[in-house]
């Protein structure tokens, strides 16, 4: 029948076993795939929006989604300023797609906006997130707002704030289309801060040992960009930047007596047991490159001692290869 100026109206629309394909602009980017398990709309209009509902196959990371809002008017001119707003719950999405993490992830939130604009809110949890690196699996809850281009599948990040043990991490960034012509995919770009966390949480993800060695406060910035590339994540991601690890201690006994010894012979008191301090400051620079740290300007302090260091660690064989410059008040 007739509906205002559209010349069709559609009271119920049902798809089972389809797939929708969202066309780039660029005929270089590869279309996007969902396939739809189920789909059912009302009241479908060019000059209206259509209410529906949706259970659909996610493909990058693969997991299951369901949906319920409303779609249209369609805009012919121009499809990317086709409205739409809905609710979402994302489910058993599996990072293991990803080498070198996985987990299983769920999300719930809302999405919003123009077809090439679409604001999303919402929360995720992985409680069994690891790093294939350290091997410890953790809770990670996160909350995230974002910007999608729906034609291209491009999106920016403002912000996500992760939630793992006792630390706060804020990620603000991109995922976009490579500048590099010969690889084919997404390049995600972030700057990630952490402020007052805990080093213990962070060294869980990365080290293999069952007892994390340190604990103490931790600032962090880093920055990074992870190409789109096969192979693992971690000899994939190349972060920079700073750190700063305040009343650090080792967890192990025998490293607290090393640093115990060190502040006692750096004040010339070896033999005062009173004497000496096993707490440390932390701080450098640091840029991770095919699973292997350098650092630069690292400084290590207890009282009585400063040492300078410059130097690399193997994330993969724990070896280290230090070198630099001690200070201290005490004679040789």
Not at 194 to 214: F, M, S, T
Not at 255 to 280: D, F, H, I, W
Request: aromatic share 6%.
């Amino acid at each position: 029948r007739k509906a205002g100026t559209g010349p069709v109206l559609i009271k119920e629309s049902v798809s089972d076993n389809a797939e929708l394909r969202l066309l780039p602009k660029s005929a270089d980017n590869v279309p996007k795939v969902f396939a739809i398990h189920h789909l059912v709309m009302h009241s479908v209009g060019l000059d209206r929006p259509a209410s529906f509902t949706a259970q659909l196959t996610n493909a990058v990371p693969p997991g299951e989604i369901e949906t319920k809002g409303s779609f249209g008017p369609w805009s012919p001119d121009d499809p990317g300023q086709t409205p739409l707003a809905a609710e979402y719950i994302f489910d058993k999405a599996d990072l293991g797609y990803f080498k070198g993490i996985s987990g299983i992830l769920s999300s719930k939130g809302k999405f919003g906006g123009v077809l090439e604009r679409i604001e999303v809110e919402g929360k995720t949890s992985t409680p069994d997130f690891t790093v294939t690196l350290g091997g410890h699996p953790l809770d990670l809850e996160t909350d995230f707002s974002a910007t999608v281009d729906g034609t291209n599948g491009d999106t920016l990040l403002h912000p996500v704030i992760a939630h793992l043990l006792n630390t706060v991490i804020v990620a603000q960034g991109g995922v976009v289309k490579s500048q590099n012509k010969e690889k084919k995919g997404k390049e995600i770009a972030l700057d990630v801060t952490v402020d007052k966390g805990r080093i213990e949480d962070l060294l869980r993800l990365a080290v293999k040992a069952d007892q994390h060695p340190l604990t103490g406060s931790i600032n962090f910035k880093t920055n990074f960009d992870l190409p789109p590339a096969a192979g693992d994540l971690s000899d994939r991601l190349n972060p920079h930047g700073e750190l700063e690890v305040g009343q650090a201690q080792c967890t192990s006994p025998e490293g607290t007596a090393k640093s115990e010894r060190l502040s006692r012979k750096a004040q010339g008191q070896p033999e005062n047991k009173n004497a000496g301090s096993s707490v440390s400051q932390l701080k450098g620079n640091f840029v991770l490159d095919n699973g292997v740290i350098s650092f630069r300007t690292l400084t290590f302090t207890v009282t009585g001692a400063q040492v300078a260091l410059d130097g690399k660690y193997g994330l993969d064989k724990e070896d280290l290869d230090f070198h630099g410059n001690l200070r201290m008040p005490a004679k040789i």
